[in-house]
């Protein structure tokens, strides 16, 4: 079962921030918090990690609470290109054996 | 583009048929997994190989079955089929073993009708 929770869905206006949030109370201290989109049926991909620093990347930012408990992507100005569903995953570190477990996933719609 | 193949990229068969379904990693990958998506269902982990071993199985029927081989591609094989097979198969990649592991790099999936 996914240890996270995320909002069904919300909506952003283009070319503002889209905050999405995610909680995983029952994080362990060696699992990893993950990012994952998918735009209409494509395969996932893959968007941003992290342990319990701050991350960004060219595609997002990621912002873990201290007590890594919840945690935000932030899609800093998003596109239209961006409406998909976003999935947050906990996973194990350095676990070779251990398949990322998806479950439903934010639907991020971004409106003109 | 992901660097992961996944062929074909639409098959339609009728119940009680056989089909395989393949997958190319991304070059230097040692990891392969299999995801399936139905509507009702979601992205569901079926199996797991690593350089050439299984290493998980997840949801994964009793009718599939999967193997990777010595050069790393991967082929999932499903038989008897039925109406509630018809799904999205995606697979995806990974490098594991011997370094941290990284994110994995999905196929754009291999659709499945069955009638």
């Known amino acids: 079962d996914a240890k996270t929770t995320q909002p069904t869905s919300m909506d952003c206006a283009e070319g503002r921030a889209a905050n999405l949030p995610c909680n995983h109370s029952t994080i362990s201290g060696n699992e990893y918090v993950y990012w994952y989109r998918q735009i209409h049926s494509q395969g996932p991909q893959y968007i941003i990690h992290g342990l319990k620093n701050n991350e960004t990347n060219e595609m997002a930012s990621l912002i873990i609470t201290e007590d890594r408990k919840s945690s935000t992507l932030i899609l800093p100005h998003a596109t239209l290109r961006d409406t998909a569903v976003y999935y947050c995953?906990?996973?194990?570190?350095?676990?070779?054996?251990?398949?990322?477990?998806f479950g439903k996933g934010t639907r991020l719609s971004v409106i003109a | 583009d992901s660097g992961v193949t996944q062929t074909p990229k639409h098959l339609i068969t009728a119940t009680g048929q056989r089909v395989t379904l393949r997958c190319s990693p991304r070059?230097?990958?040692?990891?392969v997994y299999w995801y399936q998506q139905s509507l009702d269902q979601g992205l569901q982990f079926l199996i797991h190989?690593?350089?050439?071993?299984?290493?998980a199985k997840g949801n994964i029927l009793e009718r599939f079955s999967a193997q990777q081989f010595p050069d790393l591609h991967s082929e999932l094989n499903l038989s008897s089929l039925e109406l509630g097979d018809s799904a999205l198969y995606f697979c995806?990649?990974?490098?594991?073993?011997?370094?941290?592991?990284?994110?994995?790099?999905f196929g754009q999936g291999t659709r499945l009708t069955v009638v």
């Open positions: 995806a990649s990974s490098v594991v073993g011997g370094r941290l592991d990284t994110e994995a790099f």
């Open positions: 190989y690593y350089n050439g071993e299984e290493r």
């Open positions: 995953i906990v996973r194990l570190w350095n676990s070779g054996n251990t398949p990322l477990v």
């Open positions: 070059s230097g990958d040692l990891s």
